[in-house]
């Protein structure tokens, strides 16, 4: 079975631009969740997408967002980026979305911001 | 109340010694605990994972022990390998069904060299 997979792997942008950042999950699972992660702050909650429906958020401002489709593949977005936005961005990806399910991470987006 | 607490920030041990990493939780609805290993260029990679109705639980060279009462958990690897070095995160999730989906709650990481 494919991993989770993530593109790009890299990206550059500047200041007050938005970026797209796309995730596709492991074959047959419906749930996927967005992390940031910084040497600060570690790994932190972004969001989890479940049958195209947003079920949980972390606390992140609103120039975060996403969306999932029917496919259950999945895009963030990040809206007037910040030079605080610089991060490895993870998607994780499971059947349900359930606590004790195992969560499988995909390899990330560096998204550097100038 | 959501946070994990994890130490040491680093630990350096030699090849065959024991690699011990600590976690504290405050959240008492968390259910789950599991343990991640994080390469340069890679993703976090689920390594070994408690309930807290068991209070050890041993997968090859990795031990996680679990005190409920303490609210604690911690990794242990035996024979620590140069192969081993990388990071390392705990984790929690559970609680509320509206707050959990899809939700780990990290600690912050230690950074494992094993020298040969």
């Known amino acids: 079975k494919a991993g989770v997979t993530q593109t790009p792997r890299y990206l550059i942008k500047t200041r007050g631009q938005q970026v797209t950042l796309s995730c596709s999950p492991i074959s047959g699972h419906r749930s996927v969740s967005w992390y940031q992660q910084t040497p600060g702050q570690g790994l932190q909650f972004l969001f989890e997408y479940f049958s195209e429906t947003q079920r949980n958020k972390g606390n992140f401002p609103g120039r975060f967002s996403g969306r999932q489709f029917s496919n259950s593949r999945s895009e963030m977005n990040v809206s007037t980026l910040e030079l605080g936005d610089s991060a490895l961005y993870l998607c994780?990806?499971?059947?349900?979305?359930?606590?004790?399910?195992?969560?499988?991470f995909g390899p990330g987006t560096r998204l550097l911001v100038l | 109340q959501q946070q994990v607490k994890q130490s040491p920030q680093s630990l350096i041990v030699q090849k065959g010694g024991i690699s011990i990493i600590n976690c504290a939780y405050e959240?008492?609805?968390?259910?789950?605990f599991p343990w991640y290993q994080q390469f340069p260029g890679k993703g976090p990679a689920l390594l070994i994972a408690?309930?807290?109705?068991?209070s050890e639980k041993k997968e090859g060279r990795f031990t996680i022990s679990f005190n409920k009462s303490a609210k604690q958990f911690s990794l242990h690897i035996m024979d620590s390998q140069p192969g081993d070095s990388a990071t390392y995160f705990c984790a929690a999730s559970g609680g509320g069904r509206g707050t959990s989906y899809g939700k780990l709650t990290f600690g912050q990481g230690t950074i494992l060299t094993v020298h040969p």
């Open positions: 959240n008492t609805a968390f259910d789950y």
């Open positions: 408690i309930r807290p109705d068991v």
């Open positions: 994780a990806s499971s059947f349900k979305g359930v606590p004790q399910e195992t969560q499988y």
